[in-house]
């Protein structure tokens, strides 16, 4: 069985700054993917590939054994590819219920009935529901965290692509985005998360993948992959052989 989602030597330049050098990745249906790395590695670069909002210069992306590689950002969308942003874009003056049915109805491309139940699924999956009438611009930050998750998973993907959605909240929330990320792979999304709060990845990944200057740096069992001293050198500032 193919994996549901490959890149295959995918490279991408900006200039002088190469974002992506000749990266392979793979990910099975059901697991769940961190990955690493220090500022300007290229982590975004490479979500923003894989979600279509630029195309490699080189390379392939497959999804489900198909060449997605010049379909658009909206096109994996409504094939099952979802992502948050690293800073929470809702609809500020939508309630958090019309934030997820524009999700539905625009990206999933959903009827009406179907979007508003799928929205309701996801409020409550998310713990979101008791907030389904507030206003997006009266949440909290942890409430935004999981409204950007919530968007996400409006479009009911089978891939769901998380950037940094930990970032900002305390210990007690963060725990509590971990149980909510984990019942999300328990309904069967697959999971890529790019991610600097460590111990929340390390929580629910099953494998780990680390980039440094756009290329693959390690790759693996997520705490063979921490204890390497080449990770400690380059992403945690420790030398080698300290």
Request: proline content about 4%; overall charge negative.
């Amino acid at each position: 069985m193919a994996p549901l989602l490959s890149l295959k030597s995918v490279s991408k330049r900006f200039g002088a700054v190469v974002v992506a050098d000749n990266i392979d990745l793979s990910l099975n249906e059901g697991e769940a993917l961190g990955i690493l790395g220090p500022n300007g590695a290229g982590k975004t670069s490479l979500f923003n590939m894989i979600a279509g909002v630029f195309s490699p210069d080189a390379g392939h992306i497959y999804y489900r054994g198909s060449d997605i590689t010049k379909l658009t950002a909206a096109q994996r969308c409504r094939i099952g590819i979802g992502r948050s942003f690293q800073i929470p874009q809702p609809f500020g003056g939508l309630s958090v219920f019309e934030n997820l049915c524009v999700t539905g109805f625009f990206g999933a491309r959903g009827d009406h009935a179907t979007v508003e139940a799928r929205a309701v699924e996801v409020l409550d999956l998310t713990g979101m529901l008791p907030k389904a009438n507030a206003l997006a611009s009266s949440l909290t930050l942890l409430e935004r965290k999981r409204l950007e998750l919530a968007r996400a998973l409006a479009g009911n993907p089978k891939l769901l692509l998380l950037d940094e959605i930990a970032g900002g909240l305390t210990p007690h929330e963060c725990e509590d985005l971990i149980a909510a990320i984990r019942k999300i792979r328990a309904t069967g999304v697959s999971v890529i998360w790019i991610e600097h709060v460590v111990h929340a990845l390390l929580a629910v990944i099953d494998g780990l993948f680390v980039l440094n200057q756009g290329a693959k740096l390690a790759e693996g069992d997520p705490r063979t992959v921490m204890d390497s001293p080449e990770v400690h050198e380059i992403y945690l500032g420790v030398e080698a052989d300290a």
